[in-house]
């Protein structure tokens, strides 16, 4: 099988355009969904701690290796949950990041991850001792790249302030409803990569499980419903579904995806976006739908985060 699209984190490691993301999968489940993506051909695996199934993840890593898959075909990502008083956790420090990590590398029953990230900006006065921590992790090589996630410009900025190493990547809420075209653009001067998640919130069909629902996804998949809706028009046209253009969409700007789904056709689909091409008229009409903040990120919600 040939080498996935990727692009090239400032490590010089190669992260694959289209991960396998696995938030709000099941630890039970985590291992037949990641197992058939491996099957399917993917190479990037997405996890967190905060996602409570790196250990069904880990198995059906393990199983694949175990079947001839090498270690340096994966690209492999988790996440610190960095803690967050406001839900009655104690905020990580210097040294129980690094003990995070180790207890993630142990439930996935790896040496190192690809790439490790904080989850998400929760506390100030952590937010530099979690970063020495991470850098810790990389000078080991626990972690053969480090990054955050869902953090802004002047997160950013508040590392840099610190004489501490610019992160290789961001994971971010990116999707045509929500470009941020101003952090975008600060990511590209700092040499950080964009990693898009959620790219799938204009579908009718995201997040429709029960405990999942809101007013405003209610709304939104009426929007995205009728029969004139962009994604549907653009989808009839390439001959795809409206996931792939979507995820095609993102691909054309140069961020990778982590598209999740545990129905192994819609697998299959989620990866074969390199067959067709989005036209100049539609990436600009694309360009024209930006509203704003993000949808699926909320500190407010503990369901709110990918």
């Known amino acids: 099988m040939s080498k996935p699209p990727s692009i090239t984190l400032s490590t010089g490691a190669h992260l694959p355009f289209v991960g396998f993301g696995t938030y709000l999968i099941k630890d039970e489940q985590a291992e037949s969904a990641v197992g058939a993506a491996l099957s399917a051909g993917y190479r990037h695996i997405d996890t967190a701690e905060g996602y409570q199934n790196e ?27 960095p803690g967050y008083a406001g839900w009655g956790q104690e905020p990580k420090n210097t040294e129980t990041t ?15 991850v690809d790439l490790y990230l904080i989850h998400a900006t929760f506390d100030q006065d952590q937010r530099i001792a979690q970063w020495r921590g991470m850098v810790a992790l990389w000078e080991r090589g626990l972690a053969r790249a480090i990054g955050v996630s869902n953090f802004s410009e002047s997160h950013i900025d508040e590392l840099l302030a610190a004489g501490l190493p610019v992160p290789h990547a961001n994971q971010i809420e990116l999707h045509p409803w929500s470009q941020k075209p101003a952090l975008v653009g600060y990511l590209a001067d700092k040499g950080i990569a964009p990693i898009a998640y959620s790219s799938l919130v204009p579908l009718s069909t995201w997040r429709t499980a029960p405990g999942q629902d809101s007013a405003k996804t209610e709304a939104m998949r ?13 989808a009839e046209k390439y001959g795809v579904s409206e996931a792939q253009v ?3 969409w993102a691909v054309q700007k140069g961020y990778p995806v982590l598209p999740k789904s545990t129905n192994p056709e819609r697998i299959r689909a989620n990866l074969d976006l390199f067959g067709f091409t989005l036209d100049d008229a539609d990436m600009a009409a694309i360009a024209d739908m930006d509203r704003g903040g993000g949808i ?6 503990p369901l709110a985060f990918s």
């Open 246 to 248: 979507l995820l095609r």
């Open 98 to 112: 690094i003990a995070s990590c180790e207890a993630s590398l142990e439930r996935l029953g790896l040496d190192y």
């Open 55 to 81: 250990s069904g993840v880990g198995r059906a890593i393990r199983t694949a290796m175990d079947g001839g898959l090498a270690r340096d075909e994966l690209f492999v990502t988790t996440k610190l949950w």
């Open 296 to 301: 699926a990120w909320s500190v407010g919600d």
């Open 222 to 234: 009426e929007e995205a419903a009728k029969d004139d809706a962009p994604f549907r028009v653009m």
